[in-house]
């Protein structure tokens, strides 16, 4: 996987505001910090995880801050070691594993690291909110698309943790 796909993704079909927040934000990150980011995000909406309010929880995670996370993760080790880890342990068992949900995959990050261990693989990315720049980042990846309801059984579930608005 090329690290820089991702960034270039984003400053050829980013919007202005991606752009910005990504030139603002690009330099010395850390996982604390982007954290930090995404609980400001969450704060600037508004957003209240006692009173759900969809407009509010789609606008949060359009927010340029899950391209950022993406991109962070794409370059900390730590963070990629975990979705290797996954991707080969799912390989290993590919004899029992037809079909693969990452649920709330983001921007692909997950299911590409999956895919890229194995092509045999389907994996569907259960993404209510993706965006311009998710979608084109798996676009060369036919065994990879976005849904927004189950319509299958599904062998196996994938969920990388989210703990910062919780």
Not at 44 to 60: G, M, P, Q, V, Y
Not at 150 to 156: F, S, T
Request: glycine share 4%; charged share 25%.
């Amino acid at each position: 996987m090329k690290k820089e796909f991702l960034k270039d993704l984003c400053l050829s079909r980013g919007s202005e505001e991606v752009r910005n927040f990504l030139s603002l934000h690009d330099e010395n990150l850390t996982l604390e910090k982007v954290w930090q980011l995404m609980d400001s995000a969450w704060d600037s909406l508004d957003c209240d995880n006692t009173k759900l309010d969809l407009d509010k929880i789609n606008k949060f995670y359009q927010h340029p801050v899950w391209i950022l996370n993406a991109l962070f993760i794409e370059q900390h080790d730590l963070s990629m070691q975990h979705r290797w880890s996954i991707a080969k342990w799912i390989d290993g068992n590919k004899d029992s594993i037809k079909h693969i949900i990452d649920y709330g995959g983001g921007m692909g990050v997950l299911a590409k690291t999956v895919a890229s261990q194995n092509r045999n693989f389907c994996v569907d990315i259960y993404e209510p909110y993706p965006n311009e720049i998710a979608l084109a980042y798996v676009t060369n990846n036919p065994e990879i698309r976005y849904i927004n309801k189950l319509e299958k059984i599904i062998m196996i579930v994938l969920s990388a943790p989210m703990y910062s608005n919780m």
